[in-house]
């Protein structure tokens, strides 16, 4: 999954559609697992399958793939791009679930596995997600303002934004967006809601865009982008699932087994790396970031960093 220039900004930009199955970090990723033939491998936020492609050609007939997302729209794209790799010669076993990567040990249990030898976490907002208008997590097109990774799920930002404090808004927008001008926004949300439903997503763009100082409003990113991101990952829980999922991780890993992470947010990242050095052997000292050549290819890619650690022995 990748977000970067728009990405994990919260928005989508329509000219980037081309990139939509474009995976980030993809040679770094298959070469810092260190793959080799029978290894059972989570991929704990498969996507449209990207990662996983490269990655069963490397496991060989003996290895298992294991894939996990809770969006079930995007896991289709996963089994159709998982289906071309078996057709083109790729013999590893892959076993894809709607689950989120917190209750990967669900997954290996439905296989009869009770560890696994690596597992990849891909995280954020998929480009698919973005530019799909009736999915609410884009400002750059009109759509319900919905913003769920798993559309089973009961609350979207739009139930709330309607039913949020004002100080809860504005504490979101700051803390998951980073906004400078939280308080405006959260003011000028709580006193239009009360005039008419927020519930569209240009609606709520031009809402923070009105609400920020006119200096603001021409800045390099669009004026709602941390509004969006923040709101998009308090709806999702995604810090608290990324810890949740980073314990399954280790839980499951057997002793030896590599997990790796890529992030997009320095919220994420800084979980990830303290998350790494209490429990494993670090092996990136620093974030492994997008090569020139994958910087000019894909621009979402500009953002991510890519973090591994080894499960030590005596992990708990």
Known sequence: MDEASTKRSGGGQHENRHLVHRPVLLREVVATLELRTGLVVVDGTVG????ARAIVPSIGRDGVLVGLDRDSEIL???????????AAGAEAKVSLHHLP????????????QSRCDRVLLDLGVSSMQLDRPERGFSFMADGPLDMRMD???????????????????ADTIFQLGEERYSRRIARAIVAARSRTP?????????LVRQAMPAPARGGRIHPATRTFQAIRMHVNDELGELERGLRAALDCLRPGG????ISF????DRLVKHFLRAHCEVVTKKPITAAPDELRDNPRSRSAKLRCGIRKEEAA
Do not use: N
């Open 48 to 51: 449209a399958g990207g990662h």
């Open 76 to 86: 289709a794209s996963a089994r159709a791009a998982l289906a071309e790799a078996a």
């Open 101 to 112: 990567h917190s209750r990967m040990h669900e997954a290996l249990a439905a296989i009869g």
């Open 151 to 169: 559309t089973s799920s009961r609350e979207s930002a739009a139930s709330w934004l309607a039913d949020a404090s004002e100080r809860e808004i």
């Open 198 to 206: 927020i519930v569209r997503t240009l609606q709520l763009a031009e």
């Open 258 to 261: 590599r997990l790796c992470v």
């Open 265 to 268: 947010h320095s919220l994420e």
